[in-house]
């Protein structure tokens, strides 16, 4: 097993982290495609995402919906699907950890990779209206049309690029199980038996029971239920964000100067990295940002593929409004409640659990950066709390050394001893054990967003980390939810419509299971698949977007919204 998961590690950072070399750092090939298909795609198409931002509203407000069109769902609807599936964990965690790393200038590479984004997921939903598949008088679960990137590359670029479609549709599947549900079954548990004691497999029993309700249903039913949760979770997270930023009215404007500051002339994310040099700044920001607005993946055109319309491109202007609501208006939110706050640099009293949590060991200093260290250390020496003068190994918490440790929760007793890491364990000069040390540390993720609400909220009582735990339990329901028929039409288009019951039955299984396992394994494994599927999705819209081009440009000729639907 230790070898399997030194194998998927292993495949994770290849296809992560390889790249072309700059300096003493180097830009994923993963990451420069993304950027450079949204780059290449907003010049293709004469700026669309600006262009087109306002019709895309009007569209999605549902103004020119025909019933009689076909597809299973309205604009909205499918708007809403995909949103519930990108507005998620990564909208709280995602953006905390482009701060804890990359600093405050991260937020605004977050808001290029959107603005770029925006012109990709257009393409990428047009392109998933117009070679879609109608199925006449198929029953609910099946739903009447199928789509999404696999059949925009067999379609579109011809009978010989099918092994491609096929090799999407696989890992798409795949991810499905994983990061599109698993994890977030897993997330939800945690966070709320963090909070209230509560047990993971009771926690797990709720949620899928609460997702099998809507998913069988097919997405018919998820759609109406998507309508409703999606705006529901945005409007308390959003509200919540922006009664601290009233709190703290007179920190906006400085919180701004700092972002854009820090995005071109870094000091350093809190742990001690990107001092100085943009691209550590920049790429935690581009990285979080696509992993939030989901641009470019071929997740959502899956969605906006069962919108009720005959002409692609209304789709495809709604569609465009999705990296904006994601990551300009919420990941946004999130970001100026951390920096007004200030919890993003603040060390505050953490149990450090010696066995696992967020425990790790790193090289380094404050100054230079921390380095996680390969190999476990054997031994830590620790004199009256603090590491040995010249140690290569210290303990840390969010990959942030803590500088001191104590033996007691108040924090009155200094550890004088050893820690062995492989044993989980720290052991003093009398002998005695202990399973747990405190220190002050750096909160990171979703605990750090956490954090921050509670803080900024606590002028109106000690509630504010709820709209998080809240929220956390909306977006991980929603965006399981929506992924589950991003993985069935997967295996629709693999396996046929007889593969769809028994696909929803695993999936199901699969959330249980989520909430109740460890998942750092099931993490990995899903970020292999994700960001191998990424490349043949960004293949086919630079490859097709002269065929966008002309539907884009025949559909603005014609205006047909305009024409008489009565």
């Given at each position: 097993?230790?070898?399997?998961?030194?194998?998927?590690?292993?495949?994770?950072?290849?296809?992560?982290?390889?790249?072309?070399?700059?300096?003493?750092?180097?830009?994923p090939i993963v990451i420069l495609a993304l950027i450079g298909v949204g780059g290449f795609l907003t010049l293709r198409l004469g700026f669309i995402q600006i262009r087109c931002f306002g019709h895309g509203l009007a569209v999605a407000t549902g103004r020119y919906d025909d019933p009689?069109?076909?597809?299973?769902?309205s604009h909205f609807q499918a708007l809403t699907t995909a949103l519930s599936a990108t507005v998620g964990i990564g909208n709280i965690a995602g953006v905390a950890l482009a701060i804890h790393w990359g600093g405050p200038g991260a937020l605004f590479w977050m808001w290029v990779t959107a603005v770029l984004g925006m012109a990709t997921k257009y393409t990428e939903v047009t392109l998933a209206q117009y070679y879609r598949s109608v199925h006449k008088g198929a029953d609910q679960l099946v739903g009447t049309v199928s789509g999404g990137p696999m059949y925009y590359i067999e379609r579109g670029l011809g009978p010989g690029w099918k092994w491609m479609g096929v090799f999407f549709a696989t890992a798409l599947g795949f991810t499905a199980f994983l990061t599109g549900n698993a994890i977030q079954a897993n997330t939800v548990a945690d966070t709320i038996g963090t909070a209230f004691g509560t047990a993971q497999w009771i926690t797990g029993v709720i949620t899928v029971t609460v997702v099998a309700?809507?998913?069988?249903?097919?997405?018919?039913?998820?759609?109406?239920?998507?309508?409703?949760?999606?705006?529901?979770?945005?409007?308390?997270?959003?509200?919540?964000?922006?009664?601290?930023?009233?709190?703290?009215?007179?920190?906006?404007?400085?919180?701004?100067?700092?972002?854009?500051?820090?995005?071109f002339n870094p000091t350093a994310g809190v742990a001690g990295t990107g001092i100085g040099a943009i691209l550590v700044t920049m790429m935690w920001g581009v990285n979080r940002g696509l992993f939030s607005n989901e641009a470019g993946q071929g997740s959502a055109p899956i969605a906006h593929a069962a919108a009720k319309t005959d002409e692609p491109v209304s789709e495809g202007v709604v569609a465009l409004l999705?990296?904006?609501?994601?990551?300009?208006?919420?990941?946004?939110?999130?970001?100026?409640?951390?920096?007004?706050?200030?919890?993003?640099?603040?060390?505050?009293?953490?149990?450090?659990?010696?066995?696992?949590?967020?425990?790790?060991?790193?090289?380094?200093?404050?100054?230079?950066?921390?380095?996680?260290?390969?190999?476990?250390?054997?031994?830590i020496n620790v004199q009256d709390g603090s590491h040995i003068s010249g140690s290569t190994a210290l303990?840390?918490?969010?990959?942030?050394?803590?500088?001191?440790?104590?033996?007691?929760?108040?924090?009155?007793?200094?550890?004088?001893?050893?820690?062995?890491?492989?044993?989980?364990?720290?052991v003093d000069g009398s002998g005695t054990s202990y399973e747990s040390l405190y220190g002050m540390a750096i909160e990171s993720?979703?605990?750090?967003?956490?954090?921050?609400?509670?803080?900024g909220l606590s002028p109106l009582g000690d509630w504010g980390h709820y709209v998080v735990i809240f929220s956390v339990f909306l977006f991980g329901i929603s965006t399981a939810i929506s992924w589950s028929y991003y993985g069935d039409r997967c295996a629709n288009y693999l396996m046929g419509?007889?593969?769809?019951?028994?696909?929803?039955?695993?999936?199901?299984?699969?959330?249980?299971?989520?909430?109740v396992i460890s998942l750092n394994l099931a993490w990995e494994i899903g970020d292999v698949a994700l960001g191998i599927v990424i490349l043949p999705n960004l293949?086919?819209?630079?490859?097709?977007?002269?065929?966008?081009?002309?539907?884009?440009?025949?559909?603005?000729q014609r205006k047909p919204w305009l024409r008489d639907r009565g």
């Open positions: 097993m230790e070898s399997f998961e030194k194998l998927v590690s292993s495949l994770r950072a290849f296809v992560w982290e390889w790249g072309i070399p700059m300096g003493d750092d180097s830009i009689n069109d076909p597809g299973d769902v309700s809507v998913i069988l249903g097919g997405i018919t039913r998820i759609g109406r239920i998507t309508s409703i949760l999606a705006p529901l979770m945005a409007a308390i997270y959003v509200l919540g964000a922006l009664v601290i930023i009233f709190l703290n009215i007179g920190d906006v404007i400085p919180a701004f100067a700092t972002i854009f500051r820090e995005a999705e990296p904006f609501i994601d990551t300009i208006v919420v990941v946004t939110m999130t970001a100026l409640v951390i920096i007004i706050t200030g919890v993003y640099t603040e060390r505050i009293s953490t149990e450090i659990t010696l066995a696992g949590g967020d425990l790790s060991w790193v090289s380094g200093d404050s100054q230079s950066g921390y380095s996680t260290l390969e190999e476990i250390p054997a031994e303990v840390a918490w969010h990959e942030v050394a803590v500088d001191d440790l104590f033996t007691d929760k108040a924090m009155t007793q200094r550890f004088s001893g050893s820690i062995f890491p492989l044993r989980g364990e720290a993720g979703a605990p750090l967003t956490m954090y921050a609400f509670r803080k419509e007889n593969a769809i019951r028994p696909y929803k039955v695993v999936y199901l299984i699969m959330h249980f299971l989520g909430a293949i086919a819209l630079v490859l097709l977007s002269g065929k966008v081009k002309e539907l884009t440009d025949s559909y603005f």
